[in-house]
């Protein structure tokens, strides 16, 4: 049986091999606490749930729905955009829904690259936005980013061959593993690198809603003429904790979201109705919930900075995401150290290299973990660094 080669160079998705793992492990009657999964543990809130129940019952919502998106929920979105970051979007040329947001991110490559072109990827960085460029027959370009720079791509250094065949450019603030935060000034520096070598920016902002200390994260599309250049990925899993709902969205310049709904109209009959009714009540609804979930994400993150630096993993606190960027120690690799976790106290953390070379030396930590697990796992870290003394 022969396979495409697409698939034959195909690389496991990252969470898949720490999942077995778990698996194998719990089989064997052991305790695992895991810090690997960005999959929020607090439920969706509860009138949301509510109106998918209503919404459900109805027969219209039994029937295919249109592959683009519900005219309310389209509405909805642009509602919404325009009350938190007070960008203003046409629903109907500028707003498509996705099956989650991670959908949308692999299948824009199809949109985007063909075979030879180039797509600009910080590296680390979330490996689906190398996976859809090399799915397509292009070449992913990896910007290193660090603490050097905060974490920030060095622009001025990609050279310009390169700039040339670029046709995309892969940014995603507030970051994922990372936690690093960038502002407007930094996105107009590269819509302005966009105008001058002809490329879309495709910024995936999931994490925009969770964010602590009172920082509100920008979207990509505030900066001045974002909308001639790019695009923006968003999503209800986080800020809302729907991730099993399986709904977002992508906004910005209307010829990019076109081209991606046509390509979706070929591929996909879209999010069911009744879970775009629900999605409709998150954006249109009350939004207390959001501060209510960050206040919870917060009190963790304050446990779990300290316990890691105290241990010896060094790590700064985020300001946003649901991630802790923390340090191996000393003659570890990234692989080695969340082998050993894992084998010898049962506490699952994800490898820094799951997410690009430049990940070596960092293990990437969520704050979705119940409070109870969380202090069963900073306890399991401190038996293994005594072990180790």
Not at 141 to 150: G, R, T, V
Not at 274 to 298: K, R, W
């Amino acid at each position: 049986m022969k396979f495409a080669k697409r698939i034959a160079n195909l690389p496991p998705y990252l969470f898949v091999d720490v999942s077995k793992k778990i698996a194998a492990k719990k089989a064997r009657g052991e305790e695992i606490i895991s810090f690997a999964i960005g999959d929020p543990d607090i439920p969706t809130p509860g009138h949301v749930i509510d109106e998918l129940v209503k919404a459900a019952r109805n027969p219209v919502n039994h029937q295919y729905p249109e592959s683009e998106g519900m005219p309310e929920f389209k509405k909805a979105v642009a509602g919404w955009y325009r009350q938190r970051f007070n960008i203003t979007l046409d629903p109907e040329q500028e707003v498509v829904s996705l099956i989650g947001a991670k959908e949308g991110i692999a299948h824009i490559a199809l949109c985007l690259i063909d075979e030879g072109d180039i797509a600009l990827v910080t590296d680390p960085g979330y490996p689906v936005y190398s996976i859809g460029t090399r799915l397509c027959g292009g070449i992913p370009y990896y910007l290193p980013i660090d603490e050097s720079n905060q974490y920030l791509p060095d622009l001025d250094s990609i050279p310009r061959e390169v700039l040339l065949k670029t046709r995309v450019l892969w940014l995603n603030y507030p970051n994922n593993p990372t936690g690093a935060i960038a502002g407007l000034e930094f996105f107009k520096r590269a819509i302005a690198l966009a105008q001058k070598y002809d490329f879309i920016i495709c910024h995936d902002g999931p994490y925009t809603e969770v964010a602590y200390d009172g920082y509100k994260p920008p979207s990509f599309l505030q900066a001045e003429a974002a909308m001639e250049v790019a695009i923006e990925f968003h999503s209800l899993s986080k800020s809302y904790n729907m991730t099993g709902w399986r709904i977002g969205m992508a906004v910005g310049n209307r010829n990019v979201i076109s081209a991606l709904k046509r390509l979706k109209s070929n591929l996909d009959s879209g999010v069911p109705r009744a879970i775009q009714h629900m999605a409709v009540t998150a954006l249109s609804g009350p939004q207390d919930c959001i501060a209510e979930h960050n206040y919870v994400y917060q009190r963790r993150r304050d446990m779990l900075t300290p316990a890691l630096n105290a241990i010896g993993f060094h790590c700064s606190s985020p300001k946003a995401g649901l991630y802790v960027w923390a340090k191996c120690p000393s003659g570890y690799t990234s692989a080695g150290l969340a082998a050993e976790l894992i084998d010898e106290v049962g506490v699952v953390v994800t490898p820094g290299t799951g997410y690009g070379p430049h990940g070596e030396g960092y293990i990437r930590l969520s704050l979705t973990i119940s409070d109870e697990n969380l202090v069963k796992g900073l306890h399991k870290l401190r038996l293994w660094k005594e072990n180790r003394s």
